[in-house]
């Protein structure tokens, strides 16, 4: 009952409707949250009205399930993450299942809703594991260029390192766990901005039928 008292009032706010075949997209994504600074993340999105995609780490969504419910209730995209962040790659089928599984259940119990996408930890992924995710109704979405933020620790330079890195309809791999790339944000928006990017989520970026489970993107 608890559970479905939580959902209801959590439906995702309608997206903009935005078709990124015709104008410059960009999606911005941030990994292995929610964190301390997730909060302040929510709060500069909010503020530009600005659309991301969340990969959330089970695990943490036990400590925080009230920043998954308001990320999800502010329009955002949520993904699996796993449960507990480990490498894939070097689990049995068995354990690489049961920690897509755990993440989704700890991710529906918070806010209602269960991803439908999910990122492999430390992008460590191949045929089998996309198999596993798509029998468990996901499909896997990577990225086209990630920051490193995690290593570089310094807001600035972090902002010219995602500044580079843009291009139309590229995938961006931040973390909202780093509070120099929360930080980074304001200015990158308003950047990305001048230089003609829609910022949206990953579902309206890839459009219909490029992420069905099993497949992969971009």
């Given at each position: 009952m608890a559970l479905l008292l939580a959902a209801s009032p959590l439906q995702a706010a309608a997206p903009a409707k935005i078709d990124c075949a015709k104008v410059k997209c960009l999606a911005l994504t941030f990994d292995d949250g929610p964190g301390r600074q997730t909060a302040e993340l929510l709060d500069t999105l909010a503020?530009?009205?600005?659309?991301?995609?969340?990969?959330?780490?089970?695990?943490?969504?036990?400590?925080?399930?009230?920043?998954?419910?308001?990320?999800?209730r502010e329009g955002h995209e949520l993904g699996?993450?796993?449960?507990?962040?480990?490498?894939?790659?070097a689990l049995a089928d068995y354990q690489v299942s049961n920690e897509l599984r755990a993440a989704q259940q700890a991710i529906e119990e918070a806010t209602g809703a269960a991803?439908?996408?999910?990122?492999?930890?430390?992008?460590?992924?191949?045929?089998?594991?996309?198999?596993?995710?798509?029998?468990?109704?996901?499909?896997?979405v990577t990225w086209t260029d990630t920051t490193l933020d995690w290593s570089l620790r310094d807001t600035e330079k972090i902002k010219k390192t995602v500044l580079k890195l843009s291009g139309r309809d590229d995938v961006i791999l931040m973390h909202d766990t780093v509070p120099q790339t929360v930080k980074a944000v304001p200015g990158l928006i308003k950047e990305l901005r001048k230089r003609g990017f829609h910022l949206v989520t990953v579902s309206t970026l890839a459009g219909k039928g490029k992420l069905?489970?099993?497949q992969s993107y971009p």
């Open positions: 503020k530009a009205k600005v659309k991301a995609t969340f990969f959330l780490v089970g695990k943490q969504v036990e400590q925080r399930p009230e920043l998954a419910r308001r990320a999800l699996n993450h796993t449960y507990s962040h480990l490498e894939l790659t991803p439908k996408i999910f990122r492999p930890p430390y992008g460590k992924t191949d045929d089998r594991i996309l198999a596993l995710a798509g029998e468990a109704g996901l499909a896997q069905e489970p099993g």
